[in-house]
């Protein structure tokens, strides 16, 4: 801890979780003495402005990693395989964005509104789960506490900053190349068009295996959150031309009866969570409106009229904010509320 606060650490500070991570850092009033920006070789030596002040990018080496607090991870999987127990080593407790820790049995895979316990157990890194999982285990927690889950049958809307900067500018080049009638470039990021397009890909395929990478996160990060692994969970991961916002059709079949008119009540009630469920008016849950906010917001929740005790819900929140970022500082948050920072 440095004066009076806490040293900092951002790694991936200029991508698009991390611009976040830092924008919230200084919105929710994080206390930060100091918050060291970490990048690539790339951008080491570039200016950042970070709450009224230049903060300067480095990269990752084993003298700039001494002396943190607490480091705030998001640079992709083999970064956070290498740096993340240099980092764990040299003091820091590291909340890790990436997919690299998350199934590993001693690291907490945590959702603020879900399961905070969990952190009191970590051995230094604590994972933040995948956008597409986070979202939809903040909807079902308070179903779940009520009536218990059986079965879930997942389709996702996933938007392209889900998979970083360089998505975002694939779907606006092809977008503008459709719109000015030119040939349409050729995709580098996703293996098909995105503009104009659906793909029943988000994610890539293992070898061998019929799901994606992407499936097989919902499917068994939403077990190890919620703490039960007899949960059957069929998904499908799709990506779509949407920027920000990933949206989900959630069919839950619980243990025990719900209504529909009680789960709307309990998901009015659940923290982190705005029900926009009025459809005859237009009114449910869109990425646009989504976007920038931190709730999971949740609509059409109606009955399966093939399954007497199954309900379906579309669940709409901000992959970069409650998917990535928001949950991400929360953790840190928490992690000094409970007095879990190595000091
Ligand atoms: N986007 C989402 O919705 C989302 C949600 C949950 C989790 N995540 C995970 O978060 C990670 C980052 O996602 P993103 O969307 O922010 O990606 P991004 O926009 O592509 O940003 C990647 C960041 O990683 C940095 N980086 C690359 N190589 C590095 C190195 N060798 N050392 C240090 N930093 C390095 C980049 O720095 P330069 O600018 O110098 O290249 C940049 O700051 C990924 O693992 C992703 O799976 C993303």
């Not at 790339?42 to 990269?59: D, P």
């Not at 051995?123 to 999982?133: D, E, Q």
């Not at 008016?281 to 989504?290: E, F, Q, R, S, V």
Request: glycine fraction near 10%; include cysteine; hydrophobic fraction near 45%.
């Amino acid at each position: 801890m440095a004066g009076d606060g806490y040293r900092v650490g951002v790694v991936g500070a200029t991508g698009l979780v991390g611009t976040t991570i830092l924008e919230l850092l200084a919105d929710r009033g994080f206390p930060a003495a100091e918050v060291v920006p970490f990048a690539s070789a790339r951008s080491a030596g570039r200016e950042l402005e970070w709450n009224g002040a230049t903060i300067v990018c480095r990269e990752l080496s084993e003298e700039s990693i001494q002396g943190l607090d607490i480091v705030l991870s998001s640079a992709g999987g083999a970064i956070s395989a290498e740096w993340t127990p240099r980092l764990v080593e040299a003091g820091a407790v590291v909340v890790d964005n990436t997919s690299h820790w998350r199934m590993h049995d001693d690291v907490p895979l945590v959702v603020a509104e879900v399961n905070p316990e969990a952190l009191d157990g970590h051995h230094g890194i604590v994972a933040n789960p995948n956008c597409s999982t986070m979202q939809m285990v903040v909807a079902l927690k308070p179903l779940f506490d009520e009536a218990g889950i059986e079965r879930l049958v997942v389709s996702t809307y996933q938007a392209v900053s889900g998979t970083g900067k360089a998505a975002i500018d694939e779907l606006m080049g092809q977008a503008a190349a459709v719109l000015r009638g030119q040939p349409v470039p050729e995709p580098a990021i996703y293996p098909r068009q995105i503009a104009f397009n659906v793909l029943a890909q988000a994610g890539s395929f293992p070898a061998g295996d019929d799901h994606t990478d992407e499936e097989r996160k919902l499917i068994n990060e939403t077990r190890k959150i919620l703490g039960d692994q007899s949960i059957r969970v069929s998904a499908t991961c799709v990506r779509v031309p949407v920027v920000s916002g990933h949206s989900e059709a959630v069919n839950v079949e619980t243990s025990r009866p719900l209504s529909p008119e009680r789960a709307r009540e309990l998901l009015a009630a659940a923290p982190g969570v705005t029900v926009v469920d009025d459809p005859a008016a237009g009114l449910y849950p869109m990425a646009i409106d989504a976007a920038g906010k931190d709730d999971v917001f949740v609509g059409r929740i109606r009955r399966d009229p093939g399954n007497e005790q199954a309900l379906d819900l579309w669940v709409v929140s901000d992959n970069l904010r409650k998917g990535a970022a928001t949950n991400t500082v929360q953790l840190a948050e928490a992690l000094v509320e409970r007095g879990l920072l190595n000091r």
